[in-house]
């Protein structure tokens, strides 16, 4: 794609988000390569001036990599209008598609700038402040998950529609996190579990990922950030009025429901 191309794409992608319309695709400045959804998705985030507030990263799980066709997960921003506390109440009109997946996010206490020489997991770990339960809500600008429009979907911010948050769990260290098990209810039913081992083997796995990959693209991550590191349970979709809880056991627990 040239470079105007590429300005084309993450204009659409903007102008869809301002005004809360779906596309059904960008035609010729459709990314072919996921360097080209990543260089669209810079220039979205260029000209949205929204504050950042973290960092999602998707297809964690070997069958959502199945699904998007890829052997490496994606990232994408996520912005401060669109992180919510639980309970959680978005408005289901504000969003194309109303989705969620149960992740554990972590909140960076110290910054990581980009350099060439690779973080190591103590280093990465030194940085985390603390754990957070969260509900990651899946709202793409298309009319569909992309799942045949990998780097479209790295484009369109990983597609990301925003975040619920929980409350900050400080122990995160006692824990081990590849076996701690999440359950999904929907209206008091369990509909879905799963633990942290679905997400790379482990959610610190994510971390490595995610703070290399940022690295070697010339982005750091910052003190105050938050990282989801994608979905335990699966990804699902909910009718507005239904309430899902995920219970992260002593991690504590988490509520949405859109109106």
């Known amino acids: 794609m040239t470079p105007g191309q590429l300005e084309d794409a993450a204009a659409q992608i903007h102008t869809a988000r301002s005004e809360g319309k779906l596309l059904d695709g960008l035609g010729e400045l459709t990314p072919l390569t996921m360097q080209e959804g990543y260089e669209i998705q810079d220039l979205f985030m260029a000209s949205w001036k929204q504050p950042l507030k973290g960092w999602k990263v998707g297809a964690t799980a070997p069958k959502v990599q199945d699904v998007y066709g890829v052997e490496e997960p994606f990232y994408g921003p996520f912005y401060e209008a669109d992180t919510y506390s639980s309970p959680a109440r978005p408005k289901a009109a504000d969003f194309g598609h109303c ?16 350099r060439q020489e690779k973080y190591n997991r103590e280093e990465i770990l030194d940085a985390v402040g603390v754990l957070i339960p969260a509900f990651e809500l899946i709202s793409p600008r298309f009319d569909t998950l992309l799942q045949d429009r990998v780097a479209l979907a790295a484009a369109d911010c990983g597609l990301n529609g925003g975040f619920v948050l929980g409350e900050p769990f400080e122990a995160w260290r006692t824990l081990d996190l590849a076996a701690h098990q999440v359950r ?4 008091g039913t369990q509909i879905a579990e799963g633990t942290g081992g679905n997400v790379l083997g482990h959610p610190f796995n994510v971390l490595d990922w995610l703070v290399n990959t940022l690295s070697d693209r010339g982005l750091g991550l910052n003190a105050g950030e938050v990282v989801s590191t994608g979905t335990c349970t699966g990804f699902h979709t909910i009718e507005p009025g239904q309430r899902a809880v995920a219970d992260y056991g002593s991690v504590g627990r988490i509520e949405v429901a859109f109106v």
Do not use: Q, S
């Open 99 to 114: 989705c969620i997946e149960c992740e554990f996010a972590f909140r960076f206490a110290k910054t990581l700038p980009p």
């Open 184 to 187: 999904l209810t929907l209206d």
